[in-house]
């Protein structure tokens, strides 16, 4: 069946630092992969998603790239800040009517 | 533009009792899934309905039914419940349409309701 498997955390980083948190995934077909956010207390937000072989998606400074050669679709971050700090999750989506399966997430921790 | 709301949002049952979590569904919305997340994992998914039918289920037993009602908006119910259920239970909508390839179909997420059982 489909997985995904997440660095664990947590990571800790100092603000400006760069940030790269791994997301691998096993899969049939072809998934759409997603990255969610959760702040303490909330639930999930979509932070970006790419459907297709190396399309990248991108907000908020946040960068993925849906590498199907690796079945990789690391986060990155040129210069993390404290509001950044949450646990952030890696997800996938099967063609048709499935459902999401998500990674166990990674925790970071930035610093002033 | 209301987003995905959850109720109540936190609640504490004992052990053997059930409970019923209510959602309702983002604008424009028609499908709703149910995910449960225990402290510290990623989301699991329970199940999904669409057209007031489930259309697809986890790996959960029968003792997790939910409904869905002509204006879109679900309940999660869970009866007889054990210590394990403690968890955050999550509420996620989407679009379906009559579009048969939903693969690329964002979910958004409630705030969930946290329930603790004693």
């Known amino acids: 069946g489909n997985s995904v498997t997440q660095m664990e955390g947590p990571v800790t980083l100092s603000e400006e630092a760069f940030l790269t948190i791994n997301c691998t995934y096993t899969a049939t077909g072809y998934p759409s992969l997603f990255w969610y956010v959760q702040y303490p207390g909330e639930g999930l937000q979509l932070l970006l998603k790419?459907?297709?072989?190396?399309d990248k998606g991108s907000n908020k400074g946040f960068e993925a790239t849906y590498r199907k050669e690796t079945t990789s679709f690391h986060l990155e971050k040129g210069s993390v800040q404290v509001s950044d700090s949450a646990v952030y999750f890696c997800?996938?989506?099967?063609?048709?009517?499935?459902?999401?399966?998500f990674g166990t997430g990674t925790r970071l921790l930035v610093s002033p | 533009d209301a987003g995905v709301t959850q109720s109540p949002t936190h609640l504490i049952k004992t052990r053997g009792q059930q409970v019923t979590l209510r959602c309702s569904p983002k604008s424009g919305h028609d499908t709703v899934s149910w995910y449960q997340q225990a402290l510290g994992q990623g989301p699991q998914f329970i199940f999904q309905y669409y057209e007031e039918e489930e259309r697809q289920r986890g790996n959960f037993p029968d003792r997790f039914s939910g409904h869905q009602f002509p204006n879109y908006s679900s309940e999660l119910n869970v009866n007889a419940l054990l210590l394990g259920d403690s968890a955050l239970y999550l509420c996620a909508s989407s679009f379906t349409g009559t579009s048969v390839y939903s693969g690329a179909n964002v979910l958004t997420f409630g705030a969930g309701s946290r329930l603790t059982v004693l």
């Open positions: 997800a996938l989506k099967g063609t048709g009517f499935q459902k999401l399966v």
């Open positions: 790419a459907t297709k072989a190396d």
